[in-house]
């Protein structure tokens, strides 16, 4: 069965602009989380959504934002960015959540901030 | 404050050497620790978890709550084993919320 997909793969943004960050899940699963992952920071959390509900939020300031539609299919919104934001974005889907072990990952978009 | 450390950035052995890579991780409660793999230009992938105690690809790791760790092993390398490994952590019922460590490079040479 297909994997996580992440759309696009690269992305180059100007400073202040906006961005969407499409993932869609492994058939018939409902978490979707998503990463920031850069050289300095690692791999952070930045959400999680479960049917459409948030369940858990990372440390990221309000610009960071995301939605879960009904097919599971998930976005993240990056507003006014800044050039901190370049970074690798993924995203990890799993059918169940509370289960950490069980989430697959997508390839990442990579986004850069100029 | 949840924390996972991995003290190694790189580590470099020779082919048939015995591999451990460190993993401390700070959490109040019971988490549930995993090792994640990144093999070069594929997706992070799980590599095993404390509860399910199986060996992957050789690889094995026990969760010490003692002295809160979770190391990672295998008695003898392989040079295809060469890629980043991340250490995570999930809190109880916090599954889709990963805490990863910064991740050590393994550079297994022949």
């Known amino acids: 069965k297909a994997g996580v997909t992440q759309t696009p793969r690269y992305l180059i943004k100007t400073r202040g602009q906006q961005v969407t960050l499409s993932c869609s899940p492994i058939?018939?699963?409902?978490?979707v989380s998503w990463y920031q992952q850069t050289p300095g920071q690692g791999l952070q959390f930045l959400f999680e959504?479960?049917?459409?509900?948030?369940?858990n939020k990372g440390n990221f300031p309000g610009r960071f934002s995301g939605r879960q539609f009904s097919n599971s299919r998930s976005e993240m919104n990056v507003s006014t960015l800044e050039l901190g934001d370049s970074a690798l974005y993924l995203c990890?889907?799993?059918?169940?959540?509370?289960?950490?072990?069980?989430?697959?990952f997508g390839s990442g978009t990579r986004l850069t901030v100029v | 404050a949840q924390r996972v450390t991995q003290p190694e950035k790189l580590l470099s052995v020779f082919k048939g050497a015995p591999v451990e890579l460190k993993c401390n991780y700070s959490?109040?409660?019971?988490?549930?620790l995993f090792w994640y793999v990144q093999y070069s230009r594929q997706r992070l992938q799980l590599l095993l978890r404390?509860?399910s105690r199986e060996s992957i690809k050789g690889f094995t790791a026990d969760l010490n709550k003692g002295e809160t760790s979770f190391h990672l092993k295998k008695p003898f390398a392989q040079e295809e084993d060469s890629a980043m490994y991340y250490c995570?952590?999930?809190?109880?019922?916090?599954?889709?919320?990963?805490?990863f460590g910064q991740g050590t490079e393994l550079s297994v040479k022949p």
């Open positions: 058939s018939g699963h409902r978490s």
């Open positions: 990890a889907s799993s059918s169940t959540t509370g289960q950490g072990g069980g989430y697959t």
């Open positions: 959490y109040s409660g019971s988490p549930e």
């Open positions: 959504y479960f049917s459409e509900t948030q369940r």
């Open positions: 995570a952590l999930s809190g109880y019922n916090q599954g889709g919320k990963l805490i």
């Open positions: 404390h509860i």
